[in-house]
């Protein structure tokens, strides 16, 4: 199943690029066991995409595919790949 995006955080990096961070929803998961077992929230591990300070065109790229932004030309940007 996949994971729904809750939440992306942008960082500037130091060398003028840039740091997108995707933050997933919470899914309820059930855990066996007499002392810690029970159904409990666990939040999917975070992913983290660096681009270069040349690599506007990609950022722009995979904020519209990941935010799912309507309206907004690609037109010039680069597609993003799977890793990104």
Request: charged fraction near 30%; glycine fraction near 12%.
């Amino acid at each position: 199943m996949k994971n729904e995006l809750e939440e992306m955080r942008i960082r500037v990096a130091k060398n003028g690029g840039h740091t997108v961070t995707h933050e997933f929803e919470r899914k309820a998961t059930k855990r066996e066991g007499t002392m810690n077992g029970g159904i409990y929230n666990e939040r999917p591990p975070s992913e983290e995409h660096v681009f270069g300070p040349d690599d506007g065109a990609k950022l722009g790229a995979h904020l519209v595919k990941h935010l799912n932004l309507k309206g907004i030309s690609t037109a010039g940007m680069e597609k993003p790949t799977d890793q990104e």
